[in-house]
């Protein structure tokens, strides 16, 4: 099923073509526009307070990054918090990732990621109020170029008809590793798209990630789909 995305902004000369994401059952015209909303201070999106939060400045974790989730959509409680500094130790290995880009990844570079998730299949963590919107959120900001956010509209459209299998009770890692793929086949097919938007975004005084770019757009056409 293909869904098309026609965002209602005022044009803008950046002129990036549509692209075809999620396996290219998710079109996106007028990228450059819906990119460059939401890195718009003015309109109230995450960008720039989640992404240029200043903690320890490097990819090591510490407290302060468990909290950077309430800046972009998630409620952090003391509950959460402490659970979350529980899992601190399998967590810390995002400063160990290779240094590669998404796009450029191979299959271990994948796995490694996909196994800092690997956490949330212990059963001591079932129900408690920690699952992969809130980790996602908290290891993207330390290496953003690989570890993509996730959350529910990013659930919803990479698991749309002909991309990925929809289910709920798959492990973790497994379902992070098979994420990781198809976003990185999408960032490698519509390379010259992200080209140009990347080159945008740093233009416009707001540099992000290419990975950082595929979710706003994901996000932002998933949100108006639905």
């Known amino acids: 099923m293909e869904r098309v995305i026609r965002p209602a902004a005022p044009a ?8 075809r994401l999620c396996a290219g059952t998710l079109v996106v015209e007028q990228p450059d526009q819906v990119l460059l909303d939401y890195l718009d201070v003015r309109n109230g999106y995450a960008y720039p307070a989640y992404d240029r939060l200043e903690t320890n400045g490097s990819a090591e974790l510490v407290d302060g990054d468990l909290l950077a989730p309430a800046l972009i959509g998630v409620h952090i409680d003391e509950g959460r918090f402490a ?3 529980e899992m601190l130790p399998a967590l810390e290995a995002v400063a160990d990732l290779p240094a590669v880009p998404l796009q450029d ?5 994948v796995l490694c990621v996909a196994g800092l998730f690997g956490i949330l299949d212990e059963p001591r963590y079932a129900g408690r109020g920690v699952r992969g919107t809130v980790v996602s959120k908290v290891l993207h900001r330390k290496r953003p170029d690989l570890v993509p956010l996730y959350d529910s509209r990013i659930f919803e459209a990479y698991t749309a008809p002909g991309v990925l299998p929809r289910s709920t009770d798959r492990a973790w ?3 992070i590793a098979d994420l990781c793929r198809q976003m990185r086949d999408d960032l490698r097919a519509e390379s010259d798209g ?7 975004a740093a233009e416009n005084g707001s540099p992000v ?3 950082r ?6 996000w932002r056409t998933a949100g108006l789909w639905h």
Request: no cysteine; glycine share 6%; aromatic share 6%.
């Open 12 to 19: 803008r000369a950046a002129g990036v073509g549509e692209l």
């Open 83 to 85: 659970l979350l500094r």
């Open 105 to 109: 990844a191979d299959e271990d570079h």
């Open 173 to 175: 890692a497994d379902f």
């Open 194 to 200: 992200f080209d140009a938007l990347e080159e945008l």
């Open 209 to 211: 990630t290419r990975l």
């Open 213 to 218: 770019i595929l979710d706003i757009l994901v």
